[in-house]
């Protein structure tokens, strides 16, 4: 069992940062991809970021590519996303999952997931 809280979420102005951390307990965190989902209202859960076990080679979602940054520390069991130029359509409830072996952009292949964090941004 993988226990997920997500922090960091909310109100900002377009073009700001925000940074949202996930902090991770239970069995080896360093085992688990991690990834970033988000939601908005009355749309479907989409990909946003994920990085592996050994940290290389993360993957974004096009539309945050350039702008987020996602990293984890493996000694303090977080990941993060760094979130840089943020657009309105940025605007969602931010999930951190985990889920055996490698980085995938498909939800349904994530084990475990936090309650997620809100991040609005106004025009």
């Known amino acids: 069992q993988v226990l997920l809280v997500e922090s960091g979420g909310g109100l900002v102005q377009a073009g700001g940062s925000l940074r949202l951390s996930c902090a991770a307990s239970?069995?080896?965190?360093?085992?688990?991809?991690m990834g970033w989902f988000r939601q908005a209202p009355g749309k479907e859960r989409e990909f946003v970021a994920g990085?592996?076990?050994?940290?290389?080679?993360?993957r974004y979602a096009d539309s945050v590519k350039g702008r987020f940054t996602i990293s984890r520390d493996n000694v303090k069991n977080t990941v993060d996303l760094k979130m840089n130029d943020l657009k309105v359509e940025d605007t969602a409830l931010y999930y951190c999952?985990?889920?055996?072996?490698?980085?995938?952009?498909?939800?349904?292949?994530?084990?475990?997931w936090g309650q997620g964090t809100p991040v609005t941004v106004s025009s």
């Open positions: 999952a985990a889920k055996s072996r490698g980085i995938s952009v498909n939800s349904d292949e994530y084990d475990y």
């Open positions: 239970g069995r080896t965190f360093s085992a688990y991809a």
């Open positions: 990085i592996s076990w050994s940290i290389f080679n993360p």
